[in-house]
């Protein structure tokens, strides 16, 4: 007869090294500040539904495909993180200043594609093929977030400084001045009180490049103090180094290309979703804003597992690295069946702010499809929080190669191809759409919890004296 007593286990695990207690000190700020996200961009497109149909179904499209855009510099710049915690890890602490540094140098080659990509923005929403009102609305929204765009990419470089040495609290900070700034603003913006003129989307998009420029020069403040600058050199490492750039090339490059295969992908999904109709665009925009409050949770998870296993591996302490991406994944586990079951049971409560003041009331069977389709998150949100613990623990090792090559192959081959293909034959319906999009997340974890398992991310390291 068996001994185990799931009490006794968890509050053993609870104390133990990379046990629960270590992982939720360095998650918890971390969830907080990506979750605050989700509660932005959820409000945000609760107001744009009040102000019109069309506005809620432009701003997640256009969203996307401007991250996208971005989302190879900000994979490069975000692998800061993976450095520094590494850096950190060895107490190798005045290369810390200089590899931000690097990170904000790659950072401004952004504004090469940023710039001419703007001026694409009419050919680029008129190929897909949208209905014409949410086209120019599209534009609108892209065009306007491209004027903090470089800010963006540089908040992933500056924020790893903060979150390679675990110091996540800063950064939960720094999140909810952003979320503050950008809700009010989003609010006096769209709909123009205070005396300010109604802008509807265009003021979105503007608060929320208020809201990213105000959180750069927070980090820039705080980067700079005395403390930081005596103890990590964060002003007299600025000279620009050429091999600890080019080594940030050579191990940021493949997640940079990462990001923008899997955010490519996904606002590829969103364009074809679109072209069955207003109505399903629209309730999957709302769907997808409703995951975001629980997905954005496990990518600040998944931030905090590529933390531990890069200090932990900068330490030369693998097997405790391994114990905490698998108490990271208990953790997961728990958090998204409540939050999935939430979704099953009780999917009014995240519907109902989208439908007051009139929202999604020109677009009959709206409300019933959200529903449907929160069904189809509460499934696959399990596999999603899995995949994206064992992606966290692949990237602090850097194994960014295998994540580039996979996510080229899943991505493409398993997601897009299907669903153009899909679409191009006349026969295609929103719900077969999320069906393949479901397929594809659990293909996702299972090809990373194996990529996990062969354990030869352990001897892996990015930092100079052991990644050669």
């Known amino acids: 007869m068996s001994n185990f007593s799931l009490p006794k286990y968890v509050a053993q695990r609870w104390a133990s090294p990379a046990g629960y207690r270590e992982v939720l000190q360095l998650a918890l700020p971390m969830i907080l500040s990506t979750g605050a996200w989700g509660f932005l961009l959820f409000f945000d497109r609760m107001f744009l539904a009040w102000y019109s149909a069309e506005a809620v179904a432009a701003a997640m499209p256009a969203g996307m495909t401007s991250f996208a855009l971005l989302a190879f510099f900000i994979g490069i ?18 290369e810390i200043g200089a590899i931000v540094w690097q990170g904000l140098y790659l950072s401004l080659f952004s504004l090469v594609f940023i710039v001419p990509v703007y001026f694409l923005a009419e050919a680029l929403f008129a190929a ?34 903060f979150s390679g040495m675990g110091k996540t609290l800063v950064l939960m900070w720094v999140s909810l001045l952003i979320l503050v700034v950008n809700l009010v603003l989003d609010y006096v913006l769209i709909f123009g009180y205070w005396g300010f ?13 208020i809201g990213i420029i105000t959180g750069f020069f927070t980090f820039v403040f705080l980067i700079t103090s005395k403390l930081n600058q005596n103890k990590f050199h964060t002003l007299k490492r600025w000279r620009f180094d050429s091999v600890l750039f080019l080594r940030l090339l050579r191990f940021g490059l493949p997640n940079g290309v990462r990001l923008f295969i899997d955010m490519s992908a996904f606002a590829a999904f969103l364009l074809l979703v679109g072209l069955l109709g207003t109505l399903e665009l629209v309730a999957s925009n709302i769907a997808f804003n409703i995951n975001a409050l629980s997905f954005l949770p ?23 690295a391994e114990r905490s991406v698998w108490s990271a994944i208990h953790i997961s586990f728990v958090f998204f069946t409540v939050l999935g079951a939430s979704y099953v049971l009780v999917p009014e409560f995240f ?17 019933e ?15 999603d929080a899995m995949f994206l613990v064992f992606l966290g623990a692949l990237e602090g090792a850097g194994d960014t190669r295998f994540i580039m090559r996979s996510s080229f192959a899943l991505s493409f081959l398993l997601l897009i191809l299907p669903c153009y293909f899909y679409v191009q034959s006349g026969a295609a319906t929103v719900t077969m759409l999320w069906l393949i999009i479901t397929l594809n997340i659990i293909a996702y974890c299972a090809l990373y919890y194996w990529r996990f398992r062969k354990a030869g991310w352990k001897k892996m390291r990015v930092i100079a004296d052991s990644a050669d």
Do not use: C
Not at 79 to 94: L, S
Not at 197 to 209: F, Q
Not at 303 to 309: E, G, M, Q, R
């Open 351 to 367: 519907i109902w702010p989208f439908t007051q003041h009139g929202g999604l009331d020109d677009l009959a069977g709206s409300h």
């Open 77 to 94: 710049s975000a692998f800061v993180n993976t450095f520094v915690a590494q850096y950190f890890g060895a107490a190798d602490y005045t």
């Open 369 to 383: 499809l959200v529903i449907i389709l929160l069904r189809f998150i509460a499934f696959f949100g399990l596999f």
């Open 298 to 320: 496990m990518v600040g998870m998944m931030v905090a597992v590529s933390v531990l296993v890069g200090q932990r591996l900068g330490r030369g302490e693998p097997e405790l």
């Open 128 to 161: 897909a093929g949208h209905a014409p009102e949410v086209q120019e609305l599209e534009v609108i929204y892209f065009k306007t977030l491209l004027f903090s765009a470089v800010f963006q990419v540089m908040n992933n470089a500056l924020s790893s400084f």
């Open 197 to 209: 003129p109604e802008m509807g989307i265009r003021g979105a998009a503007i608060a929320t490049n």
